[in-house]
T-cell receptor, first 113, second 113 residues
């Protein structure tokens, strides 16, 4: 079955550490996205990529970094510069040449300990 | 850029009643409007979508209506069931803006048995 996989499901980070969240898709989608969701809040765009080796900042990119070395993979690194990283992180993918829905992963819950 | 507003932010209904969630958008060039359902601790799932050349679309108990003149679209859920309890997000896509979706802030629907 085609789909999008995020790992790990839960992640704990100590103060000052960088952590990387994995996102892999086998849907042959060109575009991938990272969103942050805080409790009871909506979806805020962190980064997106529409082609390999290229990505764009979203609304809240500060303290985060991404790479897109393969079409299938779009990992997100939460750096120590992100002062309040505790949140639910969602990865999504889509086609880009027409309006269509995003396919979302099941999310990673990151907690600072 | 596009702006999507969603109302209400919370909605409580009795099982069997109907629920209506409304969204307005700002860019008249928007041409694709998906709706997502997010259950607790999971990623959003696409439940229905509508394109700008259609005024209404139904899928069993859910329907979406679009009023292009007024720039608003609505999700209708009939005969609500407890399993309909979730957070619902609307979104809009501007024509020729790749496939970037702008999301509404979400509606928490609670269906009381």
């Amino acid at each position: 079955d085609g789909g999008i996989t995020q790992s790990p499901k839960y992640l704990f980070r100590k103060e000052g550490q960088n952590v990387t969240l994995s996102c892999e898709q086998n849907l042959n989608h060109d575009a991938m996205y990272w969103y942050r969701q805080d409790p009871g809040q909506g979806l805020r765009l962190i980064y997106y990529s529409q082609i390999v080796n290229d990505f764009q900042k979203g609304d809240i990119a500060e303290g985060y970094s991404v790479s897109r070395e393969k079409k299938e993979s779009f990992p997100l690194t939460v750096t120590s510069a992100q002062k309040n990283p505790t949140a639910f992180y969602l990865c999504a993918s889509s086609v880009i040449d027409r309006g269509s829905g995003y396919t979302f992963g099941s999310g990673t819950r990151l907690t600072v300990v | 850029g596009e702006n999507v507003e969603q109302h209400p932010s919370t909605l409580s209904v009795q099982e069997g009643d109907s629920a209506v969630i409304k969204c307005t958008y700002s860019d008249s060039a928007s041409n694709y409007f998906p709706w997502y359902k997010q259950e607790l601790g999971k990623g959003p799932q696409l439940i229905i979508d509508i394109r700008s050349n259609v005024g209404e679309k139904k899928d069993q108990r859910i329907a979406v209506t679009l009023n292009k003149t007024a720039k608003h679209f609505s999700l209708h859920i009939t005969e609500t069931q407890p399993e309909d309890s979730a957070v619902y997000f609307c979104a809009a896509r501007v024509y020729n803006a790749g496939n970037m979706l702008t999301f509404g802030g979400g509606t928490r629907l609670m269906v009381k048995p």
